[in-house]
């Protein structure tokens, strides 16, 4: 129980991180917040659609910070999902024991 609270917390960072970005991003690009965080999100997530896109150095920086922050989210919840999958696999296969033996 302990590690989903780390976990929570971790994605939790990695979500501010996006946004943070996202503000960056708008303040280095003179665009809207909204469309920053936008572009922030769509950037971490690697859709890259190409609507927006940075024209500064320094909007360039941060959105490979932004891209990079997205990998591991994207990572992070991949391995949550394989680790639940694996736990309901494991309960799945004590159960079946549990019955083959009362049989």
């Not at 991180?17 to 690009?29: A, C, K, R, T, Y």
């Amino acid at each position: 129980m302990k590690s989903v609270v780390v976990v929570r917390g971790v994605l939790g960072v990695l979500v501010f991180l996006i946004v943070l970005g996202g503000v960056l991003i708008s303040w280095l690009e003179q665009i809207p917040v909204a469309d920053a965080v936008y572009f922030s999100f769509v950037t971490a997530f690697t859709i890259g659609y190409g609507d927006i896109s940075p024209e500064t150095v320094g909007g360039r920086v941060v959105s490979l910070v932004v891209g990079l922050t997205g990998l591991i989210f994207t990572g992070l919840i991949v391995a949550i999902a394989s680790r639940a999958l694996g736990d309901s696999m494991k309960e799945i296969r004590a159960k079946e024991a549990e019955l083959r033996s009362k049989k």
